[in-house]
């Protein structure tokens, strides 16, 4: 007895439980979550940034274009907005939820047809609907003619050169549902498994909770276990929430944002402080009482689990999460095993290979570093926010009940990831095809930048590719036309040893071939690629 006490009230090890810990400073806070120490999910927000996914505006129809089935409209930002034609129909609820229907029963249909949903407002113009009165993707140019205005939400947020993603299915988040006020279907997360607890959600929602017409809400995972008070509370919120973003609506000119999505603090606290997590430790006073301020409304009990961390040492140095995260940006990445991943990120796709390393060559090592490999695949997408088409080459297997023992890992490992994920087995290349749901740039991307050097390639040229290149150079140069005949090259003190060791003949062919003299300099502050041509007598610099 008296050790589960001291358990309760000591201070918890970092590797045991549940943690997040935010970390508060003047240009950017950070989040990290960990699970029985190891870094999950990695969350950065600079003080300049301006993130817009979930955002709702009151945007303009530009522009229309039917090959494409998308409409492009302008939300003030300075690209326009993309609006496929799927999604502005009243959606259906995806596959991860069990529709519900008004009386709290399961509905039996499904609902998972698209263009189930009732007629939406936003648009200034008229337009006939489908069979049965459902819209369908052919009317959506006359719902939403060019100069009309509609009111959408961003689901994914400006990548590369591509602009925003919107849609007209507005959703507001809340802590333990989701309003839906343009849609009136009900639903339960399939996350949550006991059929007794599926059954007391569906009759709150049928008999507990006063949800006007035309509105849906989605229960969320989180919602598993908790009081009905707590359910009405979050939706009277939601509701006022959704009043607000209406009459800003009214009151305001296109284009114009009418709701932004909350900052990195409130999101935590709305997304991640659930009964999985043991802990929060912030290093901000501030923030850590505004974090308390928060979870304060639905769960008072809650705020005991959020603690001031005050610390000299940076806090993620202090709790050794500086190096997982140093890590995350490594190309290669150690499995237990032996074993190591090799993560290639580019614009199209992300390719992951699995090599065995120090790993023996043996069918059961082969297996187990191949698990432990989808284990650390998984982990890493999370925490690198790695999104889009993902190809995973693991290790030849020769046995079909290995192959699918692995893509089971993958899948349960899958499941903690809150991005949309869908995987595929492993083909007869060893090859298995993922994809996961990118709503922001990745980690990697957003906090580094392509190299000044090598442009973003990640490799530069050697030497002796420079002096074959400075040949080709300077033989052209002083081929030209009232050329001058004294030159200096500077080039870097690489290339400098190369031109001096082996390829310094080369150089004085070139001087007697035109009648030109060469007069060599190093400077170690230039790079590999980096040379300056110039007019020995005038010093200027002489460009190709």
């Not at 609902?111 to 407002?121: I, R, V």
């Not at 959408?152 to 590369?160: D, F």
């Not at 603090?265 to 974090?291: P, S």
Request: proline share 4%.
């Amino acid at each position: 007895m008296f050790s589960k006490i001291r358990k309760f009230f000591g201070p918890k090890k970092l590797s045991e439980g549940n943690k997040i810990v935010v970390n508060c400073e003047k240009l950017e806070t950070r989040v990290a979550l960990l699970e029985h120490g190891s870094l999950e999910e990695y969350t950065v927000e600079r003080c300049n940034d301006d993130n817009i996914v979930g955002s709702i505006f009151k945007g303009i129809v530009r522009n229309i274009e039917p090959g494409l089935n998308a409409m492009f409209v302008d939300i003030g930002l300075e690209k326009n907005a993309f609006l496929h034609f799927w999604d502005a129909i009243p959606e259906a609820l995806d596959s991860g939820l069990e529709e519900i229907q008004r009386g709290g029963k399961p509905n039996q249909g499904g609902g998972q047809q698209k263009g189930g949903g009732q007629q939406k407002g936003g648009g200034k113009g008229k337009g006939g609907k489908g069979k049965g009165g459902r819209i369908q993707s052919k009317d959506i140019p006359n719902l939403y003619p060019v100069g009309s205005e509609v009111l959408v939400q961003v689901t994914k947020g400006p990548i590369g050169t591509k602009g925003p993603r919107i849609t007209t299915n507005i959703s507001l988040p809340g802590r333990y549902m989701v309003l839906m006020p343009r849609n009136d279907q009900l639903g339960i997360s399939r996350k949550i498994e006991d059929p007794k607890e599926r059954a007391r959600l569906r009759k709150i929602m049928g008999e507990k909770l006063t949800i006007p017409e035309k509105m849906g809400v989605i229960l969320r995972t989180v919602s598993a276990g908790q009081k009905v008070r707590y359910f009405v509370r979050d939706l009277a919120i939601l509701l006022d929430e959704w009043d607000e973003v209406e009459e800003e609506a009214a009151n305001c000119k296109a284009p114009a944002c009418v709701f932004r999505e909350p900052d990195l603090i409130e999101r935590t606290v709305r997304d991640f402080l659930t009964d999985e997590i043991d802990e929060v430790l912030c290093d901000d006073e501030e923030a850590a009482n505004r974090m308390k301020d928060l979870i304060g409304i639905i769960s008072r009990r809650s705020k005991k689990r959020i603690q001031y961390f005050p610390t000299q040492t940076p806090i993620f140095e202090k709790l050794g999460i500086q190096r997982q995260i140093d890590d995350a940006f490594y190309r290669q990445v150690w499995l237990p095993s032996g074993g190591y991943l090799v993560i290639d990120e580019t614009e199209a796709m992300i390719a992951v290979d699995v090599n065995t390393g120090r790993a023996k060559s043996q069918d059961k090592m082969i297996l187990q570093t191949n698990i432990e490999a989808a284990e650390e695949v998984a982990r890493q997408l999370r925490l690198r926010n790695i999104g889009g088409l993902i190809v995973v080459d693991f290790i030849d297997m020769r046995s079909r009940r290995d192959q699918m023992a692995v893509y089971k890992v993958m899948r349960e490992r899958l499941r903690a990831d809150k991005a949309k994920t869908q995987a595929l087995q492993i083909s007869q290349l060893g090859l298995m095809e993922m994809t996961r749901q990118r709503l922001h740039e990745s980690l990697n991307i957003t906090v580094n930048e392509p190299c000044h050097y090598c442009q973003g390639r990640g490799m530069v040229k050697s030497a002796e590719s420079m002096s074959v290149e400075l040949q080709r150079r300077l033989n052209g140069v002083l081929a030209r036309e009232n050329a001058p005949n004294e030159l200096i090259v500077i080039v870097h003190p690489d290339v400098m040893e190369r031109l001096r060791t082996h390829d310094g003949e080369l150089f004085v062919e070139l001087e007697r071939r035109h009648n030109a003299r060469l007069t060599f300099r190093s400077d170690a502050s230039y790079y590999r690629e980096q040379v300056v041509v110039a007019d020995a007598k005038t010093q200027k610099e002489i460009r190709d």
